[in-house]
């Protein structure tokens, strides 16, 4: 079985639903008996009984049971299941985050000074350290080794997101890439796929824009979108289109060109993940943008389907339905 971990980046509310697996196994025995059909006077012959198979524990794979807390946390030191389980805590309480997040976006942050220095350290040896796996690859790749001599594989996810502009999308198709080609170097059993996020290769400003236009055409079928190109159906009956109040203005020739340059980033992507043989998972980030997200990754889908006989363009729906009924319900409750 083979089970995936969550890359250790911004997992602020992590909840594993688990379902325990039980396997039994039996002894078979076979019993043969032959009779010459040309001698009838011949005696059967005694049944050989062949003993019975027997299947060694150590040839089955290993079963993860997360309910065996003791046995499942065994290989950590009690000093750092302490310290997972105080920056857990940290990360639930409502004020101390907006306080963080007050301090990380201060002009302090942006010159060299000692309280910079201070603020980074503290950062880097407790958020950071729990929800990252290293700076770079070499650091990557011990945190998925720890991980695989758990029994666990990785999703490998290049922590970036919210761009606003080509260039710093280019830069960050170039870590797409090279996270794949870290992928690539690792066992084939380590790495259960590679994890791109959309808003890291489209400006925020254009997915929020392209959101607002598919919505108001799923108001107003009439609405002509002459960049759309033939997708799955982004929106349902129940899908929340609040976002969207009134007609937007259409995309600029400028914004075309970069939404088709965006599409060709993804689309990069996904040639590296078919030569490299690893899955793709594309993340469902947050509803604003999320009919861009959805229109982009269905048609990156829809190009790749054919050759991707043995590869999946995942997006993280389990993830996205939540998020979208939450949506519905605090749509209705206004």
Request: charge should be neutral.
């Amino acid at each position: 079985m083979a089970t995936k971990v969550l890359p250790p980046k911004q997992l602020q509310n992590l909840h594993f639903f688990i379902a325990r697996s039980l396997t039994t196994s039996s002894s078979s025995s076979k019993t043969s008996s032959a009779v010459s059909p040309l001698n009838l006077a011949e005696k059967p012959k005694t049944p050989i009984q062949e003993p019975p198979t027997i299947i060694q524990d150590h040839a089955k794979p290993p079963i993860l049971d997360f309910n065996d807390h003791q046995k499942l946390f065994s290989n950590f030191p009690t000093t750092k299941l302490l310290r997972a389980s105080s920056n857990l805590h940290m990360v639930s309480i409502g004020p101390l985050v907006d306080f963080g997040k007050r301090v990380m976006n201060s002009r302090i942050m942006e010159t060299d000074n000692i309280v910079r220095d201070v603020v980074l350290e503290a950062v880097r040896h407790t958020f950071y350290n729990h929800f990252c796996a290293g700076e770079d690859v070499v650091e990557a790749r011990r945190c998925i080794e720890r991980v695989n001599e758990a029994g666990l594989r990785v999703m490998l996810d290049f922590a970036v997101e919210y761009t606003s502009n080509n260039d710093a999308c280019d830069h960050n198709l170039k870590g797409f890439l090279d996270s794949v080609q870290s992928a690539m170097s690792l066992p084939p059993s380590s790495v259960s796929s590679v994890v791109a996020k959309v808003t890291a290769m489209l400006p925020l400003s254009l997915l929020e824009r392209v959101s607002d236009l598919l919505r108001w055409q799923q108001r107003d079928p009439s609405f002509n979108l002459p960049w759309k190109q033939n997708s799955f159906p982004v929106f349902s009956e129940s899908s929340p289109l609040y976002h969207t109040l009134e007609k937007p203005e259409p995309l600029t020739p400028q914004e075309e060109n970069d939404l088709q340059s965006g599409q060709e980033r993804l689309w990069k992507l996904c040639e590296k993940c078919v030569q490299a043989n690893i899955p793709l998972t594309v993340d469902a980030e947050h509803l604003a943008v999320q009919p861009a997200i959805d229109y982009l990754t269905y048609l990156t889908a829809i190009k790749h389907g054919k050759r991707w006989q043995s590869h999946r363009v995942r997006n993280n729906s389990s993830l996205l339905e939540r998020r979208k009924r939450e949506a519905a319900t605090s749509s209705q409750s206004r």
